[in-house]
């Protein structure tokens, strides 16, 4: 008969055995790490792109397209256009890596995300000013609510333009910033998927 055993003993077999890697599971671990750290560097502007393709020029296609992944998803709405031309070239740099005839393609979804951001500057200047505008018109948008000793709320008119503007700023721009960070999402989406062909 065989031996019956208790739910620890057979959690603590289970939990040995997920313990274990394989020795391609500890390689992928270590080239993962690497990448992040070469990686790391490239965000920190300490090499270049040409530096970044010869410090990637060791790995697989997979931990390749993984970098890739990485970069994409470290972009950014606001970042600025120096970030995202940073990633850009990164991205294509490893592409050229790859061998893969798909750089016209990904560059093409990458410019998509440079003009994206461009739009979305000029948004959030415009709607900058038109709040402001808005603000220095209408004083009554210039009031907060105040809680006083006794427990009521009262609203107070002492806020200067700038004080309304932070005040308002992040609920005038949700709606706008949404939109945008749909339409990243799917120039996004749409990149992943030529990556993984």
Do not use: C
Request: charged fraction near 40%; avoid cysteine.
């Amino acid at each position: 008969m065989a031996e019956v055993k208790s739910a620890f003993e057979k959690a603590m077999e289970r939990a040995e055995q997920i313990g274990k890697l394989t020795d391609d599971e500890k390689k992928n671990i270590k080239e993962r790490q690497k990448i992040r750290d070469i990686l790391s560097e490239y965000y920190r502007r300490d090499m270049d792109r040409d530096e970044l393709w010869k410090r990637l020029k060791e790995f697989s296609v997979s931990s390749l397209r993984e970098a890739q992944f990485n970069m994409l998803s470290s972009i950014r709405l606001g970042s600025g256009s120096d970030d995202i031309r940073l990633r850009k070239d990164g991205i294509l740099a490893i592409e050229t890596l790859k061998g893969s005839q798909k750089t016209s393609t990904l560059e093409d979804l990458l410019n998509s995300i440079e003009k994206l951001e461009e739009e979305y500057n000029q948004m959030r200047e415009g709607a900058i000013k038109e709040l402001r505008e808005a603000l220095e018109k209408n004083p009554r948008m210039r009031v907060r609510p105040v809680r006083t000793p006794d427990g009521r709320t009262v609203l107070q008119a002492a806020l200067s333009v700038d004080e309304a503007m932070e005040a308002h700023m992040a609920e005038y721009l949700k709606g706008h910033e949404e939109r945008y960070e749909d339409m990243l999402e799917r120039i996004k989406e749409r990149f992943r998927a030529e990556l993984n062909r």
